[in-house]
Each structure stands twice: as structure tokens, then as C-alpha cells.
């Protein structure tokens, strides 16, 4: 798709060089893997997948690489994941299997969680900590709740991944939102 091919150089040319999508977002991976094709070296490819077993996690893993069209995604990430579904992930026959699998294979360079909920957040750190590299987490100007967490993952060398620093689209300044979270110094990456 020209347009993605477009964007992408575009948003190449302008230094950003992460890029954050999922098994979930439609077409998003094969168009970005057509966007970025000859330039694979210049971004941190993030992905995620609902998959919660080891054999959809892994089946998903290879699906990704092929949409992206590489031999490595630097971040994979079990999708939006609640605590209660953790068992199962770090489980035997769980998704943490197939990850930590495609890790050791050289297929993914880093695990990661998404979760939406401050109590979620909370318990994935408290059981879950030692299996994990990052956390993505709503953190914006209006929604600060998980502050204290992502000083707390800073403090566990776990990589803080703030979505929605926008607030959905709710804040109009995008400047003064995106100064507000990239001055926080737990925050690693945050992904308008």
C-alpha cells in the first residue's frame, strides 16, 4: 500500500523508529511489513497477540513474522491480558512457553504484557515480574493512576510502554500531553 509505505517514511524521516501494533489490528502487520520492507533495521517492531496457550502464541508469533516480513519482532507482548489469565499464560501449556521459546530461537528479542486496569497492573507486578520486560499502560495527563507502578517497574528493570498518552484522542494540546508523560522519567516508550 503506498500510502503505509508513505507514512512510514515519513515517520522514518522524522526520527520516530518504534512501532507498535498487534495480531488484532486488522491488516495493520502486513502493511506495515510492506511499509517498512528494506528498512526493517531502522525500527523496534512491537507486536501483541490474544493467544493465552503455547500453541496459538506460537502460531501467532510466526503469523506475525511473516506479516511484518522479518526474522525478528523486538517485542512481543501477550495482548490486554487480566491477571486471572495470567495462570494460564505462565502456565504449563501456556503463551510464556511458545515467547519464551521464539525468544531463545532468536524469533523475538523481548516478552512483554498490555494490561488496561490499575489493579491488573498491580498484581502482574506483584506475580509476574520476573517473567516479564515490559508493561503497557494507559498514562496520560488525565489518567495517572498507574504512577507509582511504572516507578515501581523502573525499580524491577521492567520497560514502561505508556498507550493512550492522548487520552484516546480526548486531548487536544498533543505537545503539552506528550511533555507530560515523556518527562516522566519511568516512562520508556509512549505510543500515540
Known amino acids: 500500500n503506498a500510502a503505509s509505505k508513505e507514512l512510514l ?7 520516530i523508529n518504534y512501532i507498535d501494533t498487534a495480531r488484532g489490528y486488522t491488516v495493520s502487520e502486513e502493511l506495515i511489513g510492506e511499509a517498512i520492507e528494506g528498512h526493517r533495521d531502522s525500527f523496534v517492531l512491537a507486536t501483541k497477540s490474544m ?14 513474522l511473516k ?3 522479518t526474522d525478528y519482532i523486538d517485542l512481543y507482548q501477550v495482548h ?21 521459546e521464539a525468544k531463545a530461537a532468536g524469533k523475538i528479542g523481548h516478552i512483554g504484557v ?3 486496569k490499575e489493579d491488573d497492573f498491580a498484581r502482574l507486578l506483584d506475580e509476574h515480574a520476573d517473567k516479564i520486560e515490559s508493561v503497557m499502560f494507559p498514562c496520560n495527563i488525565v489518567e495517572t ?16 510502554i505508556a498507550m493512550k ?14 511533555k507530560f508523560i515523556l518527562n516522566n522519567p519511568d516512562c520508556t516508550v509512549a505510543i500515540p
Request: glycine content about 12%; proline content about 4%; charged content about 20%.
Open 51 to 64: 493467544s493465552r496457550d503455547k500453541e496459538g502464541m506460537a502460531r501467532d508469533i510466526d503469523i506475525s
Open 145 to 160: 493512576q498507574g504512577l507509582q507502578l511504572m516507578a515501581k517497574c523502573t525499580e524491577l528493570g521492567i520497560a514502561v
Open 165 to 178: 498518552p492522548l487520552a484516546g484522542g480526548n486531548l487536544t494540546d498533543a505537545s503539552l500531553a506528550m
Open 9 to 15: 517514511d515519513a515517520v522514518r524521516a522524522a526520527g
Open 114 to 116: 498490555s494490561v488496561h
Open 67 to 69: 506479516n511484518l516480513r
Open 80 to 100: 490486554n491480558c487480566p491477571p486471572e489469565q495470567l495462570a494460564q499464560v505462565c502456565g504449563e501449556g501456556g503463551a510464556l512457553e511458545a515467547l519464551l
